[in-house]
């Protein structure tokens, strides 16, 4: 299932707006002006399992490769994620 994924860099997170007033995220910190600290990512309980966590991760990650930014993953959801998606072990820090 495809989630509609918005960047709210007010915020450092990557959301996606679920019904009944839920919402997935990844949320970030920019320890410096080209790196991204992923810290947490979190899904609600009745969506987990349909790869929600995958696409938010994945979105999160290829906007730090447009925006030539460093990784750091500090969420261990994103450690999991890049290590098994060896395309992105480059933007590691």
Known sequence: MDFEI???ER????TAHLPHNQEAEVA??????QVLDFTHTFVPE???GQGLAQQLISTALDFAR?????VIATCQAVQQFIAQNPEYQDLLD
């Open 46 to 48: 009745d969506y987990r």
């Open 28 to 33: 970030y910190a920019r320890p410096e002006q």
């Open 66 to 70: 447009q925006q030539n930014c460093k």
């Open 11 to 14: 915020y450092q997170q990557f």
């Open 6 to 8: 918005i960047h709210e």
